[in-house]
């Protein structure tokens, strides 16, 4: 299957700090991309969509380069409670599973 | 809110044995999946299903089996269960056509 590769990390910034991650994936047919967000030994959770003209929530802004086929997560002034692994997801058009990147751990440090 | 609830939060179970795992959503999703999640290797795929009774076989099917008699409830079975499938077996389930998944808590089985 297809893959979807990320930086593993850890990235370890203190608080406050602006961070992002870039994901790549191989599918070039694929059209739907997430952020989901994975605490210590708990599920993932649906952190954000991410579309053609980028999509902002909050302090996370989520941009999809679709010539580069990458997206990426920018977290701004990161606080503590951001620590977790970020997992990358891309589907391809008319599927209904997703490929998982194996995730980009975060350490935000006081 | 979408809930996805799974039968055990830990699980430890002796070579051999046979291993039910359970899974119900509350949300009316048509697809259901396994997932296992090992250090390093990420969300591994092992079963999906889109209807009732319909199952498929996702990336690493070998030594799982699974059931869906009801809309809301995808189990795993593990026939004969061996130490390499000690793991963290999360279940997901999605709308017919989004690919969002919604994640159980996940079950953490060691097989001794």
């Known amino acids: 299957r297809k893959e979807v590769e990320q930086d593993p990390g850890p990235f370890n910034v203190p608080e406050g700090a602006t961070v992002a991650f870039n994901c790549t994936y191989s599918?070039?047919?694929?059209?739907?991309f997430f952020w989901y967000r994975q605490d210590c030994r708990k599920e993932p959770k649906l952190l954000m969509s991410?579309?053609?003209s980028g999509n902002e929530d909050g302090r996370f802004t989520a941009q999809l380069n679709r010539a580069s086929q990458y997206i990426s997560l920018l977290i701004r002034d990161s606080k503590l409670s951001d620590s977790a692994t970020y997992l990358c997801v891309a589907a391809s058009g008319g599927s209904y599973i997703p490929t998982f990147g194996r995730g980009t751990s975060l350490i935000v440090h006081p | 809110d979408v809930k996805v609830t799974q039968s055990s939060r830990y699980l430890v179970k002796r070579t051999g044995e046979k291993v039910f795992l359970e899974c119900v959503q509350d949300?009316?999703?048509?697809?259901m999946f396994w997932y296992r999640q090992d250090p390093g290797l990420g969300l591994r795929l092992i079963y999906f299903?889109?209807?009732?009774?319909?199952?498929e076989k996702g990336d690493i099917p070998e030594g799982y089996s699974v059931s869906r008699e009801k809309k809301e409830r995808f189990s795993l079975i593990l026939e004969s269960a061996s130490t390499n499938q000690t793991s963290m077996y999360l279940c997901?389930?999605?709308?017919?056509?989004?690919?969002?998944?919604?994640f159980g808590p996940g079950t953490r089985l060691t097989v001794t």
């Open positions: 949300m009316d999703h048509e697809n």
């Open positions: 997901a389930s999605s709308l017919l056509d989004r690919a969002e998944q919604y």
């Open positions: 299903s889109y209807d009732v009774k319909m199952k």
């Open positions: 991410v579309y053609s």
């Open positions: 599918n070039s047919a694929s059209q739907s």
